[in-house]
């Protein structure tokens, strides 16, 4: 930016030494490619080019005594049994076999993106780099353990786009499925929705492999907030066909996803429909989903409901999760209202599931607030397997100490009607209790950095730090 200051500073003193050089001047709009085109933040530029260069770097580290394979709150079934592998919430539990040796896992990631940008006769013309590495390391047991997260430097994204209201974009890059518009309102979410705890979806997974990856799309905004859009995803066929023989069948038949979705974002009111045909590249739709939501915004009052379908064919799936949320904020106090269904039939077995929760929020003093809030779900399998509940109860407390530093403290407890997980003498758990204390301090230059630690009634344990930077 500096050489840039001084290249405009030398013409417009040369050009106010003649009149014949400030006249030449009057037709200098911009010396420099980026302002023209209304780009700012770290770039370079050429004569037509601009270039964009921004990135990031994260840091975690976790130890403790925490990592166990039994969780709680199972949401889906796997061959007639409750899926314990797969939970919906994390709670950690130290391991029965291994009392006393501990568990840790240190993680580095990585992301640096490049757009370059030219003007065209259809609008900015862009083509994107981002490169991504994942340096981590698990240990269970004191023991190194694999750990998918692990990868060498990689293209994360590498595609071209053209235009301005509308823009056509075609390479490596993520879905323009619209999923939003489908978050609970009270803070501690619904169970019913992966780990994430933010909406609903398919297959209470917040990443589809059927969606984004070498893709061409179009993006239109039809104007008084109206938008569409529809593109060609997941044309690499699910990161290639490789892996078992069933495997890379799954893969053939999920390549190629169609996705069409209309939004809307006007005064008070956001809405969109998201639909998905997956497997057109081989001519056979092999299933097809659609994804809805809105939100409304009246005064102090929010309300919000959403819904998900998935159908099958093959497996002769059908799969259905919806919510219905509510939120209304007062000088003093919030309150967040939320509950949720599910049902799913895989060749005529059907697993119900129903969820609710609630919080109130309030501010102390200024700087100070608390949450209290619950949640509850309940599955059941057409009565082959008995019902199972999970209750989670949680009192918050959150202090701004500074501009910069804020504490949160919470304790709350856990309650099944089946298993939590197991203590660390052996035996199962009606009830798991816990506390947990953050501090979280953000300087500012975008630098952001948290210490936390936990404690469970089954005698886990568990410290995270976290740091990360990110320019632009």
């Keep these: 930016m500096k050489l840039k200051s001084l290249i405009l500073g030398s013409v417009a003193a040369a050009g106010l030494s003649t009149a014949g050089f400030a006249a030449d001047l009057g037709v200098l709009t911009s010396l420099d490619v980026c302002d023209a085109l209304g780009l700012s933040g770290l770039t370079i530029s050429s004569d037509t080019n601009c270039l964009q260069i921004s990135g990031g ?71 994107v780099v981002k490169l991504k590495a994942v340096d981590a390391y698990r240990a269970q047991n004191a023991v190194y353990a694999a750990w998918g997260d692990n990868k060498a430097p990689f293209i994360d994204e590498a595609y071209v786009s053209v235009g301005d209201t509308t823009v056509i974009m075609a390479g490596k890059k993520g879905s ?23 909406g609903v979806l398919f297959d209470n997974d917040d990443t589809p492999d059927y969606l984004g990856g070498h893709v061409i799309q179009v993006v239109s905004d039809l104007g008084n907030g109206v938008s569409v859009a529809a593109g060609l995803e997941n ?48 001519g056979t739709v092999s299933s097809w989903g659609l994804h809805a939501g809105a939100t409304g915004t009246f005064d102090q009052f929010k309300v919000r409901a959403a819904g998900a379908y998935f ?54 003093t200024e700087g100070v607030s608390i949450n209290l809030g619950a949640r509850y779900f309940n599955l059941a399998n057409g ?66 950095s948290s210490v936390k630690g936990e404690v469970y009634s089954n005698n886990a344990y568990r410290v995270q730090f976290k740091a990360a930077k990110s320019f632009e």
């Design 311 to 364: 159908n099958d064919s093959v497996t002769s799936t059908n799969k259905f999760h919806g919510l219905v949320t509510g939120e209304a904020t007062f000088d003093l106090f919030k309150i967040g209202l939320s509950g949720e269904y599910q049902r799913k039939d895989v060749a005529g077995v059907i697993t119900d599931g129903y969820g609710i929760g609630g919080s109130v929020g309030a501010t102390v």
């Design 176 to 198: 323009i499925a619209n999923f939003g518009d489908s978050a609970p309102f009270n803070y501690l979410g619904l169970f019913g929705y992966s780990k994430v705890d933010n």
């Design 57 to 127: 770097v994260s840091y975690e580290l976790r130890f403790g005594d925490y990592r166990l394979s039994e969780l709680v709150g199972p949401t889906v079934l796997a061959n007639g049994v409750f899926d314990n592998a797969n939970p919906n919430i994390d709670v950690i539990g130290p391991d029965a076999g291994a009392a006393g040796r501990n568990d840790w896992q240190s993680k580095v990631e990585a992301w640096l993106k490049f757009v370059g940008t030219a003007d065209s006769d259809f609008g900015p013309a862009k083509a």
């Design 235 to 282: 044309l690499d066929g699910t990161q290639g066909a490789t892996g078992t023989p069933a495997e890379i069948a799954l893969k053939t038949r999920n390549a190629g996803t169609l996705v069409g979705v209309l939004s809307y974002a006007g005064e008070g009111i956001t809405a969109h429909v998201t639909g998905l045909a997956i497997g057109v590249l081989d």
């Design 383 to 448: 009565g082959v397997v008995a019902n199972e509940g999970t209750t989670q109860v949680s009192a918050q407390l959150v202090a701004a100490v500074t501009e910069t530093i804020k504490i949160t403290g919470e304790l709350g407890a856990y309650f099944n009607n089946t298993t939590l997980p197991l203590a660390a003498t052996g035996g199962t758990n009606s009830s798991v209790y816990y506390g947990a204390a953050e501090l979280a301090w953000a300087p500012g230059g975008g630098f952001t």
